[in-house]
């Protein structure tokens, strides 16, 4: 097939592409590299240096997802036979910093592409949606659950999957949607949950877990992005909802205990629940496991080592984070030399 991944330099999406390339399909990238205004211009350099070296000869375009023009002459161009379409702004706290921009990408960019889609002939598009449509949920709620998002990220993403249904319903065109839950692993950026437990433990730090009962699917990026190629592929999907996740609820505590642990440091300040953001357990995945033969294999405590074993060995996290905790501890020591004397 021939394949356009949206956000394909993103922490899911250069795993997808890697994987597709794999397979000997056809791979293109719309993706801007953008850092939201948040992640650090030198970090976001190293992670796209990096990910790009795992799919070479993958040709990027450069392209902001709400430039009408330019991403209908990339569509044009292309005549891909799906999309898989992972662009977007990725959580509540970088929508919360910009809602207007956030807007643009995430509803003016995704009706660019259903636009193209009707255009341009593309037989289906796969959209990565979130397990935050659901709003407040307990353990293993199913795609047919009653949606109530909280939040613009999630109000974004659940009218993003009406939008899509209305396009198959005009014009026929696939859909497949996807909703995922709190994925990581290595390459991701620092600003996300189980990132800054592990670097804030490598330092020595405080972790701050917002609600000591609050729960999470933590959902380690191999098999999200297994889940999404098996649905890319998968007639069955056409027009289908999954979620797509390990399907086993860890507490926010429990993961801050499992960080603190692998580095051997750190500690763990209990605080009150934010509110900006629901209540979630599992998410229940007998649907994708029974229509595309998922099944999740990495939990938690191997993610999290598996995690923690690439950011040990990482040259920008040896630099920007050991070296920084090396020297503060020599400093201190210095300091109470000093006092002695």
């Not at 990096?50 to 392209?63: A, D, E, L, T």
């Not at 949606?129 to 293993?140: E, I, K, P």
Request: aromatic share 10%.
């Amino acid at each position: 097939m021939k394949i356009i991944v949206t956000g394909g330099l993103g922490l899911i999406g250069h795993n997808v592409v890697q994987r597709l390339v794999a397979d000997n399909h056809e791979v293109f990238i719309i993706d801007n590299s953008t850092n939201y205004g948040i992640v650090p211009v030198s970090e976001l350099a190293h992670l796209m240096e990096q990910r790009q070296i795992k799919i070479p000869g993958v040709f990027v375009y450069n392209v902001d997802m709400a430039d009408t023009l330019a991403v209908k002459g990339v569509i044009e161009n292309i005549k891909p036979d799906t999309i898989i379409h992972l662009a977007s702004f990725p959580r509540q706290k970088v929508v919360n910093a910009n809602p207007a921009l956030a807007s643009r990408v995430m509803s003016e960019g995704l009706l660019n592409l259903l636009e193209c889609c009707k255009e341009y002939g593309v037989r289906r598009i796969i959209y990565t949606s979130s397990s935050m449509v659901y709003g407040d949920f307990d353990d293993y709620v199913t795609e047919n659950a009653e949606c109530n998002p909280q939040g613009q990220y999630a109000i974004m993403k659940l009218a993003g999957e009406w939008l899509i249904k209305d396009y198959t319903r005009k014009y026929g065109i696939e859909h497949t949607i996807i909703r995922p839950s709190a994925v990581y692993g290595p390459l991701d950026v620092e600003d996300r949950v189980i990132s800054k437990f592990l670097l804030t433990a490598m330092k020595g730090g405080t972790l701050n877990v917002n609600g000591k009962n609050e729960t999470l699917d933590f959902t380690f990026v191999d098999d999200a992005v297994d889940g999404i190629v098996r649905a890319t592929y998968s007639q069955r999907a056409a027009n289908e909802t999954y979620n797509i996740t390990k399907s086993h609820s860890v507490t926010l505590y429990e993961a801050a205990k499992y960080a603190v642990k692998l580095a051997g440091k750190g500690n763990i300040n209990v605080r009150e629940k934010d509110e900006d953001f629901p209540s979630r357990g599992a998410l229940d995945i007998t649907k994708a496991m029974e229509h595309l033969g998922f099944n999740p294999i990495v939990d938690v405590e191997e993610g999290f080592q598996i995690y923690y074993e690439w950011l040990m060995n990482d040259p920008y996290w040896q630099k920007t984070v050991l070296d920084k905790t090396n020297n503060l501890q020599y400093n201190k020591i210095t300091n109470l030399e000093k006092e002695k004397i």
